[in-house]
């Protein structure tokens, strides 16, 4: 290990997966900034860190804008160190069914996932590539092997996929790891949203996916947050390319 700490970068790290995952990597000695895209949303998580005695900062930054992207690493380089553990969890959602679904509801879901995941890459690599040292996890989804009303969403996610593999090819010549994870049903606000779109009770949803799950339970944000804490190890060096799904169960 290295004598300073590392500094992780969590992208949509306000709330949910992203907000456990921010905390993990605190909890394994990790300074994090904590980027969303309203500063002030940050505050919760980076409050829990600091009062679990660790080290964050939140930073505002539309992650699908550039300017904003490099600016937001920047000022992380400056006021943390430099980067080299990434997690690009940022996500929307803007489920339609393919005849009702719009330019915007493609071109948001576009912008975060895929265009967020490279413009945050990009700037982030520098860094790890400078120091021959660097983990990249990227958020998939078990959308990725196709959901009814998610056309956009499951393009997204099976888009990083690829995006996953291809960089763990160009980066790992530096000592740069990149890999994937899949989550599959998992409690948070954006599945809440989702029974509400459905107009079905959040609990009777829950109960419904656990019954389809081989280990009968929905996942938590820190189901995630674990298989995420290995991947951003030290341990975890010779492991790139992959896509875990952490679903409680088989997929693809």
């Known amino acids: 290990m290295s004598e300073e700490p590392r500094v992780a970068i969590v992208t949509g790290a306000a709330r949910g997966i992203g907000a456990a995952t921010a905390r993990r990597l605190a909890a394994d000695g990790m300074v994090v900034a904590v980027v969303d895209i309203e500063e002030a949303a940050t505050k919760e998580t980076v409050d829990a860190i600091a009062g679990a005695g660790g080290r964050a900062l939140g930073v505002g930054a539309d992650v699908s804008d550039r300017a904003q992207v490099e600016a937001a690493v920047e000022r992380i380089a400056a006021e943390l160190g430099a980067p ?18 719009t330019n915007a509801d493609w071109d948001t879901v576009m912008g975060v996932h895929l265009r967020g995941a ?32 998610q056309a956009n ?20 010549p530096f000592g740069v790891t990149v890999n994937a994870v899949a989550p599959g049903f998992i409690v948070t606000d954006m599945t809440a949203a989702t029974a509400a779109r459905m107009k079905v009770d959040f ?13 009968r339970r929905p996942g938590r944000p820190e189901d995630v947050a674990h298989t995420i804490s290995f991947l951003a190890s030290e341990g975890a060096g010779f492991v790139s390319g992959q896509v875990i799904y952490v679903a409680g169960g088989p997929r693809n």
């Open 84 to 101: 080299t553990v990434l997690v690009n969890n940022a996500g929307v959602l803007r489920d339609n069914l393919l005849f009702k679904m």
């Open 153 to 172: 969403y499951a393009a997204a996610k099976a888009g990083l996929q690829g995006f996953t593999k291809t960089l763990a090819i160009e980066l790992g």
């Open 203 to 215: 609990e009777d949803l829950q109960k419904h996916a656990a019954a389809e799950i081989p280990v």
């Open 118 to 149: 490279f413009l945050v890459s990009q700037a982030a690599q520098k860094h790890m590539v400078d120091r021959r040292w660097g983990r990249i996890v990227n958020l998939s989804s078990t959308s990725a092997l196709g959901n009814r009303g």
